[in-house]
């Protein structure tokens, strides 16, 4: 029986294989490869050149190198299909599952695509044309059509020879979905029901019939929170007249959770998104992706400078008040940043809806009361440490209880208000909010300056 080893020592099983390779010693990096599962060889091949990653793909067991194919990072994939001909490109392509297919078409150009069709196999090609009908991102595109169907008049037995019959793929193999002769959807049964069950029992005396869908319009992000909130390993997709389709699976919704967790990052860190990962994008691209924010946020921070310039005879009348803007505008910026990145978060998982929704902004309110108080008596102190007049402290500790206080909120609402306008929350990244909190924090500063001054 093949056993597939598990590695974690990559390094110098790496470096051992690239020596395999270099000096054409083909049989033993064979062997070596051939005990791995497909995900540590993805991995290797990742680590490889382009060259070696060609040579170690060509050692692969058929039906191994289609599961480790189907691991790759896009640009391996690519990679691969660059130094193939037709036939092998035609040959995984057949091969590969139409969710994993249908991943790499979403990256390659439009001509490539309707080339790689060509190479198809009438039934894939029509499997693929049917998925690519779908829009991007949404349940259609990721699904898998080879779920295993059964009508409600089968018996146990003649449903688990169907199942066999099938072969379904095994993400696919512990759920079987009940259908009419329309195909609609009319519940589920798993494999453990059928092994349990007697031979002759019909099929809709034990199916479930509550059974959780999506459409195949659903974006993927919410068939994604569906199998992670009822703890699914796949739900399955139906189109809008309610017709069973495919399914999605576990392994696809952690790789979407993965992918939107990513863009959340870089959009929170004001890193333009791209449908390039960033570390993978060309060298040019990531400086593009990043200077157009930074060069927006740049000409955002020329306003605070402004604002400063516009208050500077109170300046002039207290020099003293300009040594704690620093203080008060990154305060504001920490504040508002904090509340921002748990609102994101809260909306992106779905836990922020309706009540729910009002209990965070009520209890957020509160928090950033209390915490105006707290960091308020903090900067009273710090005045008083640098021993300065009693009416700076008094400026400092309220401008600062007022700066948290407002920054709170507005990091509360900014991502709540994007979310209104159907835009992603995660616009209202860190160093936007840090802005914008910025210029409020100075009018305020200087504000509350002016009425205690009386200038």
Same mark, same amino acid.
């Given at each position: 029986?093949?056993?597939?080893?598990? *590695?974690?020592?990559?390094?110098?099983?790496?470096?051992?294989?690239?020596?395999?390779?270099?000096?054409?010693?083909?049989?033993?990096?064979?062997?070596e490869?051939?005990a $791995?599962?497909?995900?540590?060889?993805?991995?290797i091949?990742?680590?490889?050149?382009?060259?070696?990653?060609v !040579?170690? /793909?060509?050692?692969?067991?058929k039906d191994?190198?289609?599961?480790?194919?189907?691991?790759?990072?896009?640009?391996?994939?690519?990679?691969?299909?660059?130094?193939?001909?037709?036939?092998?490109?035609?040959?995984?392509?057949?091969?590969?599952?139409?969710?994993?297919?249908?991943?790499? /078409?979403?990256?390659?150009?439009?001509?490539?695509?309707k080339?790689?069709?060509?190479?198809?196999?009438?039934?894939?090609?029509?499997?693929?044309?049917?998925?690519?009908?779908?829009?991007?991102?949404? @349940? +259609?595109?990721?699904?898998?059509?080879?779920?295993?169907? %059964?009508?409600?008049?089968?018996?146990?037995?003649?449903?688990?020879?169907r199942?066999?019959?099938?072969?379904?793929?095994e993400e696919?193999?512990?759920?079987?979905y009940?259908t009419?002769?329309?195909?609609?959807?009319?519940?589920?049964?798993? %494999?453990?029901?059928l092994?349990? @069950?007697?031979?002759?029992?019909?099929i809709?005396?034990?199916?479930?019939?509550?059974?959780?869908?999506?459409?195949?319009?659903?974006?993927?992000e919410?068939?994604?929170?569906v199998i992670?909130?009822?703890?699914?390993?796949?739900v399955?997709?139906?189109?809008?007249?309610?017709?069973?389709?495919?399914?999605?699976?576990?392994?696809?919704? #952690?790789? #979407?959770i993965?992918?939107?967790?990513?863009?959340?990052?870089?959009?929170?860190?004001?890193?333009r998104?791209?449908?390039?990962?960033?570390?993978?994008?060309?060298?040019?691209?990531?400086?593009?992706?990043?200077?157009?924010?930074? @060069?927006?946020?740049?000409?955002?921070?020329?306003?605070?400078?402004f604002? #400063?310039q516009? /208050?500077?005879?109170?300046i002039?009348?207290?020099? @003293?008040?300009?040594?704690?803007?620093?203080? !008060?505008?990154?305060?504001?910026?920490?504040? +508002?940043?904090?509340?921002?990145?748990?609102?994101?978060?809260? $909306?992106?998982? +779905?836990?922020?809806?309706?009540?729910?929704?009002?209990?965070?902004? !009520?209890?957020?309110?509160?928090? +950033?009361?209390?915490?105006?108080?707290?960091?308020?008596?903090i900067?009273?102190i710090?005045?008083?440490?640098?021993?300065?007049?009693?009416?700076?402290?008094?400026?400092?500790?309220?401008?600062?209880?007022?700066?948290?206080f407002?920054?709170?909120?507005?990091?509360?609402?900014?991502?709540? $208000? /994007?979310k209104?306008? *159907?835009?992603?929350?995660?616009?209202?990244?860190?160093?936007?909010?840090?802005?914008?909190?910025?210029i409020?924090?100075?009018?305020?500063?200087?504000?509350?300056?002016?009425?205690? $001054?009386?200038?």
């Open positions: 029986m093949d056993v597939e080893v598990v *590695r974690q020592d990559f390094p110098p099983l790496v470096e051992r294989i690239a020596g395999l390779l270099e000096e054409g010693r083909y049989n033993e990096a064979k062997q490869v051939n $791995l599962h497909p995900a540590d060889i993805a991995e091949m990742g680590l490889l050149d382009s060259e070696k990653q !040579l170690l /793909f060509r050692l692969l067991k191994l190198a289609i599961a480790v194919f189907e691991q790759l990072d896009f640009e391996h994939q690519e990679n691969l299909l660059r130094h193939f001909t037709d036939a092998k490109v035609a040959e995984i392509l057949n091969q590969m599952s139409p969710d994993d297919r249908m991943e790499l /078409f979403d990256e390659l150009p439009a001509k490539v695509v080339k790689l069709l060509n190479l198809l196999e009438p039934p894939q090609r029509d499997i693929a044309a049917s998925m690519l009908g779908y829009p991007e991102n949404s @349940a +259609g595109r990721i699904m898998n059509p080879r779920v295993v169907d %059964l009508k409600e008049y089968y018996t146990v037995e003649q449903a688990l020879k199942f066999r019959r099938l072969n379904p793929p696919l193999s512990y759920t079987a009940v009419d002769a329309e195909r609609h959807l009319l519940g589920s049964v798993t %494999l453990r029901d092994v349990l @069950a007697d031979p002759e029992d019909r809709g005396d034990i199916m479930n019939r509550e059974v959780i869908a999506v459409s195949t319009d659903d974006d993927q919410k068939v994604a929170q992670q909130k009822y703890d699914l390993l796949a399955p997709v139906v189109d809008r007249e309610g017709r069973l389709v495919g399914a999605v699976t576990v392994d696809d919704a #952690i790789d #979407i993965e992918a939107e967790a990513t863009e959340d990052i870089h959009r929170l860190a004001a890193i998104t791209t449908e390039d990962e960033y570390l993978h994008a060309p060298f040019w691209k990531r400086i593009k992706n990043r200077f157009i924010w930074l @060069a927006v946020l740049l000409i955002m921070g020329t306003l605070t400078s604002v #400063i516009g /208050f500077s005879e109170i002039q009348a207290v020099v @003293a008040l300009s040594f704690f803007i620093p203080m !008060l505008i990154d305060t504001g910026g920490n504040v +508002g940043s904090q509340s921002t990145t748990v609102v994101v978060r809260g $909306l992106a998982v +779905g836990e922020l809806e309706g009540k729910s929704l009002w209990r965070v902004v !009520l209890s957020e309110t509160l928090i +950033g009361g209390i915490l105006g108080i707290l960091l308020g008596v900067g009273v710090r005045v008083i440490f640098l021993r300065e007049s009693p009416i700076v402290g008094l400026i400092v500790g309220l401008a600062i209880f007022i700066i948290v407002v920054s709170n909120l507005i990091g509360v609402f900014l991502p709540v $208000l /994007f209104k306008m *159907r835009l992603d929350p995660a616009i209202a990244a860190t160093p936007v909010i840090t802005t914008i909190v910025d409020v924090g100075v009018i305020i500063y200087f504000r509350i300056a002016q009425v205690f $001054l009386r200038l």
